[in-house]
């Protein structure tokens, strides 16, 4: 059974920083991709960052200089720096296993960010 658990979401001001983990269990978790996907009141589902099993990262424009991936294969955790977060990066943000047979979420982890 896959289960992916977030961590470390809340409330922050303007300008300060959060670390969200994700600990992956039920996959092969050092083969697999993973990414942040992140989803505001209202809008759609939106790509955040995503590293690959080799390190690879790769970041939505909006998050690029701010937002660090980074994984650590002997915890199977997967891990998103936030840094200088402003208003509109409040959102619910979900980690994602991303398997040649199918995705799998976690249950996602509430940022919201006060002006």
């Known amino acids: 059974q896959v289960q992916l658990v977030e961590s470390g979401g809340g409330l922050v001001q303007t300008g300060g920083s959060l670390r969200l983990s994700c600990a992956a269990s039920?996959?092969?978790?050092?083969?697999?991709?993973m990414a942040w996907y992140r989803q505001a009141p209202g809008k759609q589902r939106d790509l955040v960052a995503i590293?690959?099993?080799?390190?690879?990262?790769n970041y939505a424009d909006s998050v690029k200089g701010r937002f660090t991936i980074s994984r650590d294969n002997a915890k199977n955790t997967v891990y998103l720096q936030m840094n200088s977060l402003k208003p509109e990066d409040t959102a619910v943000y979900y980690c994602?296993?991303?398997?040649?047979?199918?995705?799998?979420w976690g249950q996602g982890t509430q940022v919201t960010v006060s002006s």
């Open positions: 590293i690959t099993s080799g390190g690879s990262t």
């Open positions: 039920g996959i092969i978790f050092s083969k697999n991709a």
């Open positions: 994602v296993a991303l398997l040649t047979t199918r995705n799998y």
